[in-house]
């Protein structure tokens, strides 16, 4: 298992001025997770992808509030994000009636 990447407080401040390294850094090192996040958990690969890309959007919109005194890291923040988004992808699914068993990956977690 690779260890989680780690954003210094620095590196935050860049992302809060909206330095576009730093986010290059930022998507680089966490797009591959969240999509295995994401893909494990939606029935195809655009979904997940659309999912990674909301995330980042929703980062970058809500970059300010991020703050590390609160002893959770960038990563868990960028998780956190990740967590909401799902859920309201699950909820509007099934306000449209569209979320059945048969949307699920048909695949064990530990085939990845």
């Given amino acids: 298992m690779t260890q989680e990447p780690e954003v210094l407080s620095f590196e935050i401040a860049l992302i809060k001025k909206g330095d576009d390294r730093a986010w290059e850094k930022v998507f680089t090192d966490y797009q591959p997770r969240l999509y295995r996040f994401f893909r494990?958990?939606?029935?195809?690969?655009?979904?997940?992808?659309?999912?990674?890309?909301?995330?980042?959007?929703?980062?970058?919109?809500?970059?300010?509030?991020?703050?590390?005194?609160?002893?959770?890291?960038?990563?868990?923040?960028l998780y956190g994000i990740a967590r909401r988004t799902l859920a309201s992808h699950y909820r509007e699914a099934g306000r449209q009636g569209g979320l059945h068993s048969t949307d699920l990956p048909a695949y064990p977690a530990d085939h990845l």
């Fill in 40 to 77: 494990l958990r939606v029935p195809t690969h655009q979904v997940a992808e659309d999912l990674v890309a909301t995330v980042f959007l929703e980062a970058f919109r809500c970059k300010d509030s991020y703050t590390s005194i609160e002893g959770i890291p960038f990563g868990g923040w």
